[in-house]
């Protein structure tokens, strides 16, 4: 079979039959489903919670370090017109 005729075959089993899952494994299936998205909606909301959590942390440092003054200088200038 080349490429083209196995295609064909591929798509003539898949429009004959429609997917379904068995009826004993139906409730399984709901039943892991649920857990994967309640799993998710967790991680999403604790990687929401992180990111606020460094947002409030740089917002405090910022404010209480000030990065964007410049530092008082340590030497004095020299003087010149003694």
């Given at each position: 079979?080349?490429?083209?005729?196995?295609?064909a075959?591929?798509?003539?089993?898949?429009?004959?039959?429609?997917?379904?899952?068995?009826?004993?494994?139906?409730?399984?299936?709901?039943?892991?489903?649920?857990?994967?998205?309640?799993?998710?909606?967790?991680?999403?909301?604790?990687?929401?919670?992180?990111?606020?959590?460094?947002?409030?942390?740089?917002?405090?440092?910022?404010?209480?370090?000030?990065p964007?003054?410049?530092?008082?200088?340590?030497?004095?200038?020299?003087?010149?017109?003694?």
């Open positions: 079979m080349n490429r083209p005729e196995r295609e075959a591929v798509r003539r089993i898949m429009e004959r039959s429609v997917p379904s899952v068995p009826q004993e494994l139906y409730g399984e299936v709901v039943r892991r489903g649920a857990r994967m998205l309640r799993r998710r909606r967790a991680v999403r909301r604790l990687l929401w919670l992180l990111l606020l959590a460094a947002t409030v942390a740089f917002v405090v440092w910022a404010l209480t370090a000030q964007w003054v410049e530092p008082p200088s340590d030497t004095t200038p020299p003087l010149t017109d003694w």
